[in-house]
């Protein structure tokens, strides 16, 4: 069978967990319906700026511009090795996994998505490229999948063209509930809500990256703890929590800086976050990827709340496979709540998102 050649935009060559692990999941998704999936190399230089090594000197004439890049090359001084390490474990799985394609050319399916490609405050305002218009590249069919707009609202003026770039697309899957509440109370669309493509994947199939993984992992049993955004519950808990089950600590940063504590792990490469996530005996997070791999591995967890817009993701997840009761706001929170527990009716609910999902794409590649 001859496979058809097709494209996915979305951020894939940030250093960021999340945001290669749902490219790599949606690419696997894709050649599992006899796709050929290959990632179009768009990407503003407002969001690539964040992921160099060495600072560039800012465009922008001012002063607190070139006050910021003064203290980025201080921090990469001070922080060199960690910043490299890391910069190299990225790089490196990007050049494995994310096979790159010049925005140009004929394809039957252009992917949009997932992640935040709608977020017009990482794009500088709407970015038509994220809505699969481009100069030198033309799709048969233009899908959104688990496309995100974050928390960023659009503005009136350019809520007309938001709108005009949905319509103009053959189908429309958004990441979160609310957003689709948007589009439909603005317009006639009727978008479907689909999952997180890193929710695509099983266990199993998670594996070959864990198996490729180069990190040392001890044989002890441990707590896992991974944030994003630090929260100011989180040393309490770890300890609560380390010394009820009797487990060490393992911490996996989300970055790295000079204040990032020495003794985190700071330069795992994505295959290296899988392998910590399976193999870990519990999981203190703040992410929304961290909940997701938590659930994926069947590994007991807990999700910190922030009581704002940071937990809409998390939330909208763990009400979506009932295990609200692992998002918690105080350490009174877990008085009662049991640390270990049965994923039995959770894999269940998701195996029914997923094949919803699974069905969403194959509707639209099958027309």
Known sequence: MNKKKCGIVTYHRAHNYGALLQAYALKKSLQKLSLEPVFIDYQPESISRGYELYPQLPKEKSISAFIRYIKDFIHLILDYKRKKNRFIAFETFIKKEINIHKPEGMFEYLFLGSDQIWNTSYTNGIDKH???????????????????????NINSEDEYTFIKYLEGLDGIGVREEKLANYISSISSLNPEITLDPTLLLSKSEWRSLKDSASIHVDEKPYLLIYEVHEHSLT???KEFISKKLGLSI?????RTDCYTNKNNITDASPN???KLFSNASFVITTSFHGTVF?????????????NNDT???S???LGQVNLLERHIESIADIDNLPLEFSFEESNLLLEKYRKKSIDFLKRHIRG
């Open 315 to 317: 939330e909208s997840l």
């Open 130 to 152: 994220y809505y699969g218009i481009f100069d030198n590249l033309t799709a048969n069919n233009t899908i959104s999948y688990a496309a995100s707009m974050g928390t960023s």
């Open 235 to 237: 040393q309490q808990i």
């Open 250 to 254: 393992v911490s996996l940063s989300s």
């Open 272 to 274: 290296d976050f899988i």
């Open 294 to 306: 938590s659930i994926i591995n069947e590994v007991p967890f807990l999700t910190l709340k922030f």
């Open 311 to 313: 937990d809409i993701r």
